[in-house]
């Protein structure tokens, strides 16, 4: 990353806190390879609480410009204005991705909200806080299509998509994920919300050992298939993918959808369109899921794939 480009970041995020955004959201995406110099960088607006990522250690010299350029930050109008209640450096590529109080008081713990639905963030604790902004369109598109519905969401994290579900109105949904902690405050997402859960089950599985307990379950009007590129032990996604969308067929309703997912820049949406015409032939490609717009990617195929399918 390069110190002349810092001048640029603060540029966007004075203009970013001149209206500071009523939910949870990236205020600035250095990933998608927009801004050069840039690229290892993001801030998000987590309802007050700024934080600051790097993605891969910067030089000293970067660290210390970007340092003074927060400095800078936080005594400006547009940062005393904002509401901002504090500013948090992650050093993702560390060992524990250890996180920095630079300004103002942080808690251990954030409440977000997005869509008008609350989540639970954990702050400096993991890598990775509990909520995937740029899946904000993904969530829109389950809540306003999930009305009577019965939703299988597989690698479900902190029930993101069961939240949203729930909230538009499906009958049941199931949240699969070997990461039982994950589910523990999924189910903290939904009391947040005020949602029924008898409508939700919870499973600490991992998949390939757990299709008995997930056919039973079913069958499913809408599957969601949001798995992460590796998973130690459990899940490749080049390797794994097709063995879940052959499964399909077998878990879904006669009209049932499919939204599958992939997060990995060096895989295209066509692997999911060509897997699952090969695997699941009866499921037709509709349409991509837009990414929300402060997510821009200099390669449209580099950042998030949300892809939707009709069983015909």
């Given at each position: 990353?390069?110190?002349t480009?810092?001048?640029?970041?603060?540029?966007?995020?004075?203009t970013?806190?001149?209206?500071?955004?009523t939910?949870?959201?990236?205020?600035?995406?250095?990933r998608?390879?927009?801004?050069?110099?840039?690229?290892?960088?993001?801030?998000?607006?987590?309802?007050?609480?700024?934080?600051?990522?790097?993605?891969?250690?910067?030089?000293?010299?970067?660290?210390?410009?970007l340092?003074?350029?927060?400095?800078?930050?936080?005594s400006?109008?547009?940062?005393?204005?904002?509401?901002?209640?504090?500013?948090?450096?992650?050093?993702?590529?560390?060992?524990?991705?250890?996180?920095?109080?630079?300004?103002?008081?942080?808690?251990?713990?954030?409440?977000?909200?997005?869509?008008?639905?609350?989540?639970?963030?954990?702050l400096?604790?993991?890598?990775?806080?509990?909520?995937?902004?740029?899946?904000?369109?993904?969530?829109?598109?389950?809540?306003?299509?999930?009305?009577?519905?019965?939703?299988?969401?597989?690698?479900?994290?902190?029930?993101?998509?069961?939240?949203?579900?729930?909230?538009?109105?499906?009958?049941?949904?199931?949240?699969?994920d070997?990461?039982?902690?994950?589910?523990?405050?999924?189910?903290?997402?939904?009391?947040?919300n005020?949602?029924?859960?008898?409508?939700?089950?919870?499973?600490?599985?991992?998949?390939?050992?757990?299709?008995?307990?997930?056919?039973?379950?079913?069958?499913?009007d809408?599957?969601?298939?949001?798995?992460?590129?590796?998973?130690?032990?459990?899940?490749?996604?080049?390797?794994?993918y097709?063995?879940?969308?052959r499964?399909?067929?077998?878990?879904?309703?006669?009209?049932?959808?499919?939204?599958?997912?992939?997060?990995?820049?060096?895989v295209?949406?066509?692997?999911?369109?060509d897997?699952?015409?090969?695997?699941?032939?009866?499921?037709?490609?509709?349409?991509?899921?837009?990414?929300?717009?402060?997510f821009?990617?200099?390669?449209?195929?580099?950042?998030?794939?949300v892809?939707?399918?009709?069983?015909?």
């Amino acid at each position: 990353m390069e110190t002349t480009a810092l001048p640029t970041l603060e540029q966007h995020l004075l203009t970013e806190l001149l209206s500071p955004p009523t939910e949870v959201r990236r205020l600035f995406h250095g990933r998608g390879r927009c801004w050069q110099g840039l690229e290892q960088l993001t801030v998000d607006w987590l309802s007050g609480q700024v934080l600051v990522s790097l993605f891969k250690e910067p030089s000293e010299p970067f660290l210390a410009a970007l340092h003074n350029t927060l400095t800078t930050l936080v005594s400006s109008e547009a940062w005393l204005q904002s509401g901002a209640t504090s500013l948090l450096l992650q050093h993702r590529d560390r060992q524990g991705s250890p996180m920095e109080l630079l300004w103002g008081e942080s808690g251990e713990y954030q409440d977000v909200v997005e869509n008008g639905l609350t989540f639970k963030l954990d702050l400096g604790r993991k890598q990775n806080n509990g909520l995937f902004l740029d899946m904000r369109y993904g969530r829109r598109w389950v809540m306003e299509h999930a009305a009577g519905k019965r939703v299988l969401n597989l690698f479900a994290y902190t029930c993101g998509f069961s939240v949203a579900a729930i909230e538009g109105g499906a009958e049941h949904v199931v949240n699969l994920d070997m990461a039982k902690a994950a589910l523990s405050r999924g189910r903290d997402n939904h009391h947040l919300n005020k949602h029924d859960l008898k409508k939700v089950n919870f499973l600490g599985h991992e998949l390939f050992k757990s299709w008995g307990k997930v056919r039973k379950l079913g069958p499913y009007d809408l599957i969601i298939i949001d798995p992460p590129s590796f998973q130690k032990g459990s899940f490749a996604l080049t390797k794994d993918y097709q063995k879940i969308l052959r499964r399909l067929p077998e878990l879904l309703t006669e009209k049932g959808q499919v939204v599958a997912c992939v997060n990995d820049p060096s895989v295209s949406s066509q692997f999911l369109i060509d897997g699952m015409a090969t695997e699941a032939p009866e499921l037709a490609y509709t349409e991509r899921l837009a990414n929300p717009p402060e997510f821009k990617d200099i390669d449209p195929e580099g950042g998030l794939k949300v892809l939707v399918f009709d069983r015909q």
